[in-house]
């Protein structure tokens, strides 16, 4: 528009467009939005990335933890829930989060902690329906594998115990009742909750993480111990699973950060940068963590140091820096090595492949230093409206506590309701033979 006006010659009619040019300025932007075919290109291959993450990145990674008896068990309920919660977003799951019209009634405004109907059974996304710059239906599946690894992640803090019956129960009314409206909240824009607060979360660190994380550590409680656990040794049948699950994941999960921007722009460019920088300090930072306290360095340590970093660096990848990454990556694999091992030794609970160790505690630490680390001194984005670091800290701590009690205290009763209806766990027979057997009659191996 500029360009155009320094071709006119001087006089009225430029007069007349200078005046114009505001009223001209504002039909731009309310332009509707048009489809960039990079965009669309860069988010198909995002979303095939972060399902990647599930099927079969965290399925490798959960399998090689548990004994050989219960290796099925645990890819089955990955697939499942994979099945499961594709069908639940597509009927009311992803209208509930992010359908903006929300539900009102005389007492409450819903819309700021739940969204509406108006976009169930996928009503009005068409082949021509844009999110911003993409069609609504490479949103609509890329949002929904987030809605697919979230709580598949909780499978790992129960492994062993839990009924097959019971788990699609659970999963299907936390996803209803926890997970959409936690995403809402978070993701819904203006009028919902923690957006309204100024909570950064850009890729999920509240929503999928430490919402998967302290469910995980509810349910881990109200299941109870495997049977001979502390006593008994349960060490991982096939590290090498593991170690190519935390493989796929680290490379999924530049889907799941960068595919956040939701364009191949600047800020998708950023965040793939911070997120490998991150991932690996954390690596690191476990493995020599381990070495100094253990005495040697594992492969299951620096794995698991990986996939703190990874989880860690997730709310702050869209505004942290070089920098900022660095220092995630090296609080996130001190701390989540410090609540894998000795918190979890000292408080005695059986969290079976340590979600709550490194999700829950490994999102924590990332919503809260994102508001550090968005801070330009430290090569972040910067903050908006003139917020202060100090603000910013209070804000992201606001957004973790209330993610916390309510997954918590929701987990819990929807946990109780499960096992008064249908029981949560298995025999003490059938978890002596294994699940594989006991559930699904197949065996993982035929020795």
């Known amino acids: 528009m500029i360009r155009t006006m320094h071709t006119l ?37 995002a979303t095939a990335l972060v399902l990647f993450m599930t099927i079969p990145g965290l399925s490798l990674f959960y399998a090689g933890m548990v004994r050989a008896k219960n290796v099925l068990s645990v890819m089955m309920q990955c697939f499942a829930i994979t099945a499961l919660m594709t069908v639940l977003w597509t009927i009311y799951g992803y209208s509930l989060a992010f359908d903006a019209t929300g539900m009102t009634n005389e007492a409450i405004n819903l819309a700021t ?3 509406g109907f108006d976009k169930a059974f996928l009503h009005g996304v068409t082949r021509d329906t844009l999110t911003m710059t993409i069609p609504e239906t490479v949103f609509v599946t890329f949002q929904m594998t987030f809605a697919i690894i979230t709580p598949a992640l909780i499978v790992g803090a129960f492994a062993e115990r839990m009924k097959f019956s019971a788990l699609l129960l659970f999963m299907a009314v936390w996803f209803t009742v926890v997970y959409a409206p936690i995403a809402h909240m978070v993701w819904g824009g203006a009028g919902a909750l923690m957006w ?17 994380g302290i469910a995980g550590f509810v349910a881990c409680l109200v299941l109870g111990k495997r049977k001979g656990y502390p006593t008994t040794a349960m060490p991982p049948h096939n590290l090498n699973f593991t170690i190519m699950g935390a493989s796929m994941l680290w490379v999924g999960w530049f889907g ?11 800020d998708a460019g950023m965040a793939m940068a911070v997120t490998q920088i991150a991932t690996a300090m954390a690596a690191l930072t476990w493995m020599f963590a381990e070495w100094l306290t253990h005495g040697k360095p594992s492969a299951l340590g620096i794995a698991s140091g990986a996939v703190a970093g990874l989880v860690a660096i997730t709310p702050a990848s869209g505004t942290a820096g070089p920098l900022g990454a660095l220092l995630i990556g090296l609080a996130s694999g001190l701390i989540c090595f410090l609540a894998s091992t000795k918190l979890k030794r000292a408080l005695g609970y059986d969290d ?9 505690v490994g999102g924590i630490v990332g919503a809260i230093l994102t508001g550090l680390c968005a801070d330009v001194a430290l090569g972040g984005k910067g903050l908006t409206g003139g917020i202060t670091i100090g603000t910013q800290l209070w804000v992201q ?11 918590g205290i929701l987990s819990y009763a929807i946990l109780k309701i499960v096992d008064m209806v249908i029981g949560l766990r298995v025999t003490g027979d059938q978890e002596t033979e294994g699940l594989d057997i006991a559930l699904h009659d197949e065996r993982g191996y035929n020795l």
């Open 9 to 45: 010659k001087k006089g009225g009619w430029l007069a007349l467009l200078a005046a114009l040019t505001p009223a001209l300025a504002w039909a731009e932007e309310a332009a509707p939005p048009t489809l960039s075919s990079g965009d669309t290109a860069w988010m198909l291959t």
């Open 256 to 266: 799941f950060n960068a595919g956040s921007a939701v364009a191949a722009n600047g």
């Open 397 to 407: 701590t606001q957004g973790v506590l209330f993610t916390v009690i309510y997954s």
């Open 196 to 212: 309204d607060w100024g909570v950064i979360d850009f890729a999920g660190g509240t929503v999928v993480h430490i919402n998967a």
């Open 352 to 360: 079976s492949l340590d979600v709550f160790g490194v999700h829950a």
């Open 113 to 115: 902690f739940i969204g």
